[in-house]
T-cell receptor, first 113, second 113 residues
């Protein structure tokens, strides 16, 4: 299996621009998670889905952030408009079952200038 | 709410030294416990896990035992290598939390030759 795939791996954009991060979970996994990692705040869960349905989005920092999962093999995290404080590494993870191991993608390093 | 507390880092050791990274948790019910490792520039990957009290997880020479009486899941390795240098995260998940992992803050380990 190819593992969790994320794109792009690196993104540099200017403040105010729209940013879209993409994730392909492992085939057969029914949970998908979006995390953000920064030096100051550590690893934060933003939102997660079960069978393509958002279960908990309480970690989404504000309305500028949105996430979708139109099908079992694809999810997006969108930031519009982006701000410098959104600079972080964004990870996608998937698992087969609620208590099972989460498999992380390599992350997208986002820099907002 | 649920929480995970790891020992403060960073931890610096010489090669072949003994490693302990403490992890304690607060949670109701019977969580599953995990140690994840993050190598520089990469996503998190599962190191080991335990799903019930007194279970011992082990992998790559690392071990951790699920101690319900002390609510702990300390990570140990008898002889560390330079290649073990990474950030280590303790985490828990409960069946009732629909897969929402609660992470500790992470412990940076540096091993010198």
């Amino acid at each position: 299996d190819a593992g969790v795939i994320q794109s792009p791996r690196h993104e540099v954009t200017e403040m105010g621009q729209e940013v879209t991060l993409r994730c392909k979970p492992i085939s057969g996994h029914d949970y998908l998670f979006w995390y953000r990692q920064t030096m100051m705040r550590g690893l934060e869960l933003l939102i997660y889905f079960n069978n393509n349905v958002p279960i908990d989005d309480s970690g989404m920092p504000e309305d500028r952030f949105s996430a979708k999962m139109p099908n079992a093999s694809f999810s997006t995290l969108k930031i519009q408009p982006s701000e410098p404080r959104d600079s972080a590494v964004y990870f996608c993870a998937s698992s087969k079952g609620a208590r099972e191991t989460q498999y992380f993608g390599p992350g997208t390093r986002l820099l907002v200038l | 709410g649920d929480s995970v507390t790891q020992m403060e880092g960073p931890v610096t050791l010489s090669e072949e030294a003994f490693l302990t990274i403490n992890c304690t948790y607060t949670a109701t019910g019977y969580p599953s416990l995990f140690w994840y490792v993050q190598y520089p520039g990469e996503g998190l990957q599962l190191l080991l896990k335990a799903t019930k009290a007194d279970d011992k997880g082990s992998n790559k020479g690392f071990e951790a035992t699920y101690r319900k009486e002390t609510t702990s899941f300390h990570l140990e390795k008898g002889s560390v290598q330079v290649s073990d240098s990474a950030v280590y995260f303790c985490a828990l998940v409960k069946g009732t939390s629909y897969g929402k992992l609660t992470f500790g803050q992470g412990t940076i380990l540096t091993v010198h030759p």
